[in-house]
């Protein structure tokens, strides 16, 4: 259950993570006609994970609208609908295919507005499912999000609870920069509450998941969920982890963790993509080229994706990112550091 | 798989139509013999996923098994396929093991990619299948890529690259036919236009009815056949291999077909009507061969159905060795990420 | 810049033909006063670069002038164009100031783009002008965007987007005239077929020999014009853009043009002959707009020249403008990463 | 002067970096008929950097190809050409354009052997030619780098120096993976001492450019060679920093960073992409990850780009990277730090 549900009116009832985003979807579109949905089969199929569902029957084709299969283009329209005043919300069926997409995204949304001389916005929303463990293998199952962080003009989330990625993608939408927000695949079934409201979660800050004293682990999506489950553990062997959910990996809420770390001494960073370059190494070098860094007791430990692509074997699969059994393991690694 | 074309057909295939007069009846032999292994691993497929047994997704080419089949016959073992997620139907044509697939789908050591591929990567790459893909249109340039090698090799090969109707829409399917156009590579280009790509018809998604129509834009020999039709297609596919072979560059075959199966297997077909399925399930590739192959005295029922047996027989003892094959040994986890 | 359409030519048009006779004298005095806007424009860039006020590289257009202002004649002050590496020309076509491009050049802080974008980056939104582009390509799928928002809002607007001929060979292009076509987007897409792309002579690069030929690939009207006529790349213009603004969906425009300069100031110009160069530059699209003219009396030399003086006039106080202006202030390094 | 000149036979004498690399790729295609060169303009025109120059009158218009304005494609061409036997060379015109090429780098060249269960091999080379300095503004002048470190199965070389560019091209050509080499613009034209022989150098080593005592300066591809100039002036205050020239981001070679380290307990990054998820944020992960934590003696400093895309004018454009000033500030401050 989410520690920050905002204090939003309205009724707090149990949704799914993709019921969620439809919500924030749908209650966007009522209040604000420039914001439209589209991508590949994001109409009658309802979204290849579900996620629009019936939104074009509430909306119609005109505002929820079928692409051809065609990354690069339909991003570009992305853009071209944004700098001229529309708020256009793209789902790149997999994050995977974003590396068809990536010259629009980073090359002119990112960048627009800076080349321009400030003289355009470019507010759009692209929504990239994530992630393993559906046995998707090498080409449908990466986390790609650190890239993203490298790319200034850019906002990049992760919500990982219901609650967050509706109130999140609320913020994106009222966003005038190009927002990514990357959901995890195996997100969507979760339930959580969520308020019926059309309530915002701020982009930019992470999210206090558990409060401790003994080390800090911070998580980002599904591995925060995985990193609150695991401190749970923890706690019965008496180590009292800190459990923060980044949310957002640019920008990165660098006071948030760096409070933490001033307290427990102790860093664990977990997350899915690949450990070489993965959101974590930004982290860690925050954290060691801060005044932070004197109050390090140990050395800060990642963990992340094995160095390799995404096999199909589940067994191989499991094995290649982060699991429970892992965090509690470092964490009590770390723990007996000096 | 070669055939051996008779020059002028036998007196007995005088009065068929001039593209199943051309095949012998030992080609039409393991020409259905391949039809049925497709439509079996894939019903046995279906079957192992429903039961737990296989995990992730598959796509499966049920319906469209003459287009796989048809296009590969004038292949020579050594030509080079490149094909797509919907892929079984490509790697059985070009003459893969049905038990090494079902390994590979089991996630088995044995299994053509030793259980790191899956249904979306099979590839045989010592039968010259260069691999499914999981990227919609992602072998198109790979293909212009191999094209070009056996230019610069001068190997007289040959390549077809396989794609759907949604992946007609892609950039890279123009900028693939244009370098294989310009570059005059020994590529065929098969799209099989199932009219849909996931959801979307292809009336919504490309501005042409056709995807030959856009050969035009490449310069080359573009041609919409109905895809059912194994030995149209086989003719079709032989006139193409052959003109690149005699190095005279690209051609683009549309096989007009149909999946029956969902797209994959979370697909409601919300998109299509029952009527529309079933009308193409009576149009079934594989009986309408038959019918003909019988109508014409090539073979009689009880040869068929043995071809058709000996082909379920096959696909039980594929399962089987899959079964018993060993996992991959997780202590391998990072092998052949790099080769040495 | 709109212009006003004479339905039936006044008497004394009454033997030009119907492209010329369609232009009244104001809009001919500004189409001829922008062609030498861009041209001293340009001259002027050059010289700086050469005297070293220029950092950086530059796309010059000299000789494409008329496609450039031939094609933004019809469209009004809120229509959108989106332009490309060499887009000076139809920046200055959509009604930009040459001051504040010059300054933007020279990476003054009063440049449109604050000195921040340079060259392959100057835009004029408010003047409808949505930016060139230093990616090849990389304004066609934004167009479609534009073209969707347009249709979205209803505001009866049209886009025009530019593109050279090299760029026809990009995925982007497949995937922007797909989009386009299916949706009827208010898009006129533009092909300045200069002939090469950098080294790359279209007839090496493009399986067909004009760009126009793919829009049967889009079921879209394609047609290849003379760029080098300014009344017919306008009668063009005007055709494409009506139709876009009726609803009745995009077209492609090809105009056949040729530029004298290098592709870039690194350009050795290796790959093409003296003698091609020459051919071109007799004809200047200035000069043979002019001579026109004057063969059908509808302005005499001095008039011409006036206009050509104004126009250099106009240069010249837009260098000293730009060269008056003040450099961004460093402290504002990372100003407009992002809106607020 | 590069310190790691390799005893390899033959004469040495002065060639520019992009003299450099046209000779190894003249060696390579000598020795090998399966090596070609392709990509836009490389042929008659020579490459947009002059640096395939004459290759085209040498070798023909068959190993030396033009290609249409096709990065996608033409990345699939190599792919498909590395696969079946051959060693492509494709250059891709300006680093930046790599976006469009993406899909087929990273999901399909990174990925293909171990997909197909190390069935198959992509000995493939791509040239990019990265970085600011000429004024190209912000789509012509990234340095992406960083995004391929983050990228399983393939290699990333960033050579500083002719010597090293020509011996690490040919070691590419020898490797059976893909990979990719990051050539900053501003290198061209930098003249050194360079062997008429057809020798290697390494991949996956670094190179100390200079020894010293008080602190450790890694710097990438044109930032090693400022950071060089750094450590001279820094030397003259008495600051003895040794430097070294990374030269492979993936795999990065950990030891030799993690020896000079232990020695010096001062780190210092220097690199022009984007500073946040840059490559410095690896080194110094795996710096605060590993034992060599306790051998720190100060924060790891990261020196990288301003966050921001690369601004057209040209005082903005030095003041977005790191400049020789910066390093010698970071490298003083540093050394006080306790
Ligand atoms: C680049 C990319 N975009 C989207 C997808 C998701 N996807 C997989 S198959 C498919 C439909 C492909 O349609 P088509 O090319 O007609 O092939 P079919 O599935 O009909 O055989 C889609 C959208 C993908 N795998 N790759
Ligand atoms: C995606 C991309 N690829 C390559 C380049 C380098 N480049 C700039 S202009 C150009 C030639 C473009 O040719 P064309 O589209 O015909 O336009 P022209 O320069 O002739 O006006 C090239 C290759 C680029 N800027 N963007
Ligand atoms: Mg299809
Ligand atoms: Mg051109």
């Not at chain 2, 080079?80 to 139907?89: C, D, P």
Request: proline content about 5%; charged content about 25%; glycine content about 10%.
């Amino acid at each position: 259950m989410p520690t920050d549900i905002q204090p939003a009116g309205g009724e707090v009832r149990e949704l799914s993570y993709a019921e969620a985003i439809r919500e924030a979807l749908g209650q966007a579109m009522e209040a604000d006609e420039r914001v439209f949905l589209f991508g590949e089969d994001v109409g009658v199929y309802g979204g290849a994970f579900g996620v629009s569902g019936d939104l074009v029957h509430r909306f119609g084709t005109e505002r929820v609208i079928d692409t051809p299969i065609s990354e690069l283009g339909i991003a570009g329209v992305a853009v071209g609908a944004a700098i001229t005043g529309m708020r256009p919300v793209l789902e790149i069926q997999f994050s995977d295919f974003v590396t068809l997409a990536m010259e629009q995204i980073v090359n002119q949304a990112a960048k627009i507005r800076f080349m321009f001389g400030g003289k355009a916005t470019v507010p759009m929303v692209v929504r990239l499912p994530g992630g393993s463990g559906t046995g998707a293998a090498a080409q449908h199952s990466q986390s790609l999000e650190a890239w993203f962080a490298h790319v200034p003009g850019l906002k990049v989330i992760q919500p990982s609870t219901p609650h967050d990625a509706k109130g999140m993608l609320l913020s994106a939408l009222d966003d005038p920069n190009p927002v990514l927000i990357f959901e995890h695949k195996l997100l969507y079934k979760m339930k959580g509450l969520v308020p019926t409201d059309a309530y915002r979660v701020p982009i930019g800050k992470a999210a206090v998941r558990r409060e401790g004293s003994d080390l800090t682990i911070v998580g980002t999506s599904l591995m925060s969920l995985k990193a609150e489950a695991a401190a749970a553990r923890l706690a019965e062997e008496g180590i009292a982890a800190e459990v923060i959910d980044l949310r957002t990996i640019r920008p990165i809420d660098f006071d948030t963790v760096a409070a933490s770390v001033r307290k427990t001494g102790r860093l664990l960073i977990v997350y899915e993509g690949v450990k070489t370059m993965g959101i974590g190494a930004e982290i860690s070098a925050m954290i060691a080229e801060s005044d932070v860094f004197d109050f390090l007791d140990a050395p800060i430990l990642r963990l992340g994706g094995a160095d390799m692509p995404l096999p199909y074997n589940p067994q191989l699969e499991k094995a290649a990112v982060p699991q429970e059994d892992d965090i509690v393991a470092a964490a009590r690694r770390l723990k007996r550091e000096e | 798989m070669a055939t051996t074309e008779a020059k002028a057909a036998p007196r007995e295939r005088a009065n068929q139509r001039p593209e199943l007069a051309a095949l012998d009846d030992a080609t039409l032999r393991e020409a259905l013999r391949r039809m049925h292994l497709i439509r079996k691993f894939e019903e046995e497929a279906e079957n192992s996923y429903m039961r737990g047994l296989i995990h992730g997704t598959m796509h499966l080419s049920i319906g469209q098994e003459a287009s796989a089949v048809g296009t590969c016959l004038p292949l020579q073992p050594d030509d080079y396929i490149l094909s797509t997620h919907r892929g079984h139907g490509h790697c059985i044509a070009k003459g893969a093991e049905p038990g090494m697939m079902f390994a590979e789908f089991f996630g088995k050591e044995t299994g053509y990619c030793r259980g790191r591929g899956g249904s979306m990567h099979i590839a045989d790459v010592e039968g010259g299948n260069l691999g499914a893909n999981g990227i919609v249109g992602g072998g198109l340039p790979i293909a212009a890529g191999v094209g070009l090698s056996i230019k610069m090799q001068k190997n007289n090969r040959v390549c077809v690259v396989f794609f759907g109707d949604g992946a007609s829409n892609e950039g890279a399917f123009h900028e693939a036919l244009n370098m294989a156009a310009i570059w005059k590579l020994p590529v065929v280009f098969v799209c099989e236009n199932n009219q849909y790509g996931m959801s979307m018809a292809i009336e919504r998604a490309s501005a042409v009815p056709n995807v030959a129509d856009r050969a035009v834009a490449y310069a080359m020999p573009g041609v919409t056949i109905d895809g059912n039709d194994l030995p149209l297609v086989a003719a079709t596919a032989r006139e193409a291999v052959d003109r690149a072979r005699r190095g005279e560059g690209p051609s683009l075959i549309e096989c007009k077909t149909y999946r029956i199966r969902g797209h994959s297997k979370s697909d409601r077909n919300l998109y299509r009507t029952k009527e529309e399925i079933e009308l193409w399930r009576s149009r079934c590739p594989i009986r309408r061969l038959e019918d003909e192959l019988v109508g014409h005295d090539r073979f009689d029922r009880g040869t068929l159905e043995a071809i058709e047996a000996a082909a379920n027989t096959e696909i039980a003892e594929a399962i089987e060795f899959a079964k018993a094959s060993p996992d991959p040994d997780i202590s391998e986890l990072t092998r052949d990420v790099y080769a040495n």
